[in-house]
Each structure stands twice: as C-alpha cells, then as structure tokens.
C-alpha cells in the first residue's frame, strides 16, 4: 500500500466525516508532500492532544514510504 494510501485509511478512521478526507500529493525537492484535508471540525481530531496523534500519522507514513526508499511530510489541513 502506497504512503498516501495508508494515511488516507488511518484519517477516514479517526474522524467523524470520512467524505471529507482527501490527500494531495506534491513533489518538491525530492520529497513527497502529503497533504492531509479534512472537514474543520475533525482538524482537532487528527492532530490529538498535545499533536499525539499527527505524530503518530507521521512516524507511520515516514515508515511506510522508507520501504520504497523516499522521503515523505505530512502537512494536515483543515
């Protein structure tokens, strides 16, 4: 499963309107930006107390996208 993949699955399940989830990939630098929409009032949500959760969605992306050796960021937006 491709990075934008894996977090476009991890977001529908942490937020109460899945239909609103989208991600956009941007390549800059030799870096793919993963851009993180989601409905306003689920920003909250993916972020998590003291940005835990973000953290998290970050350390698994950043995981996942070692495998096919790339860089990846992870910008969350409402």
């Not at 239909?19 to 993180?36: N, S």
């Not at 306003?40 to 973000?54: F, L, P, S, T």
């Amino acid at each position: 499963m491709s990075a934008s993949g894996l977090l476009e699955d991890l977001a529908r399940q942490l937020v109460d309107e899945p239909d609103a989830v989208r991600i956009e990939e941007v390549e800059q630098d030799d870096e793919l930006i993963l851009r993180l929409h989601v409905a306003e009032a689920d920003r909250g949500k993916v972020i998590g107390r003291q940005g835990r959760i973000a953290r998290a969605l970050r350390t698994v992306i950043r995981a996942s996208a070692a495998r096919e050796q790339r860089r990846v960021r992870l910008e969350i937006i409402d």
